[in-house]
């Protein structure tokens, strides 16, 4: 389909473990954001992308998230050592430039850290 | 602070109308957008205001007014497909969009 897709869905990891999270926006979406949301919440803003630059990343937790998006299109993000209270859903939204554009997600992908 | 406030949960009998609201305190003001999301999926688009009144789109209206921090998205005809989590969301200076914790909408039949 023409819409964002992530992967994995699912992702176990222990305590400890290094995650990556991959996100395919909609072609020719220039914004690109990562949102954290926890059960029976909205989305927590994590952080943006305009084409390849990463404008805020005010959002994401700790130094141990890290997110990329090199050519413009794909990115990744990355969690480092994880710990249980990353376990949460992660979603990824893409969207024409404007502020009057809503937001395309993906379905997200469920990490559950043991 | 910014703050976004709907109901937690709202129950309502198929074929019926149900209203959503939505108040809001940001330090700016760029937009707000209604998103649906069923269970385990994706947040879907439903509407978006920037100006006072209402927009009305099929079964679904959405209805802003500034002055008071205040929104409301209508639902008529329910049907038992409506069964969802509806969010507010509002957009701040930028890009940024904050998000209410979601009306846990559930149709009885």
């Known amino acids: 389909g023409a819409g964002v897709s992530q992967s994995p869905r699912y992702k176990v990891a222990k305590r400890g473990q290094d995650v990556a999270l991959r996100c395919d926006p909609i072609?020719?979406?220039?914004?690109l954001f990562w949102y954290q949301q926890a059960l029976g919440q909205g989305p927590e803003f994590l952080t943006y992308?305009?084409?390849?630059?990463?404008?805020?990343k005010s959002g994401l937790p700790s130094d141990r998230f890290f997110a990329e998006r090199p050519e413009g299109s794909v990115s990744t993000l990355k969690i480092q050592r994880t710990q249980q209270e990353d376990s949460a859903v992660y979603l990824c939204?893409?969207?024409?430039?404007?502020?009057?554009?809503?937001?395309?997600f993906g379905d997200g992908t469920r990490l559950s850290i043991l | 602070g910014q703050n976004i406030d709907q109901p937690t949960e709202m129950t309502a009998t198929e074929g019926a109308i149900v209203q959503i609201n939505c108040t809001y305190q940001?330090?700016?003001?760029?937009?707000l957008f209604w998103y649906q999301q069923h269970a385990g999926e994706a947040p879907t688009f439903l509407s978006y205001?920037?100006l006072d009144g209402l927009e009305e789109k099929g079964r679904f209206s959405s209805f802003l007014s500034r002055s008071k921090g205040y929104s409301y998205l209508l639902l008529k005809e329910l049907q038992m497909k409506d069964s969802a989590s509806y969010l507010c969301?509002?957009?701040?200076?930028?890009?940024?969009?904050?998000w209410g914790a979601g009306t846990k909408l559930i149709i009885k039949p």
């Open positions: 940001t330090s700016g003001f760029n937009g």
């Open positions: 939204a893409s969207s024409l430039a404007g502020q009057d554009q809503p937001q395309h």
């Open positions: 205001n920037v």
């Open positions: 072609s020719g979406h220039v914004s």
């Open positions: 992308f305009q084409n390849e630059a990463q404008l805020d």
């Open positions: 969301a509002v957009g701040d200076s930028n890009y940024q969009l904050i």
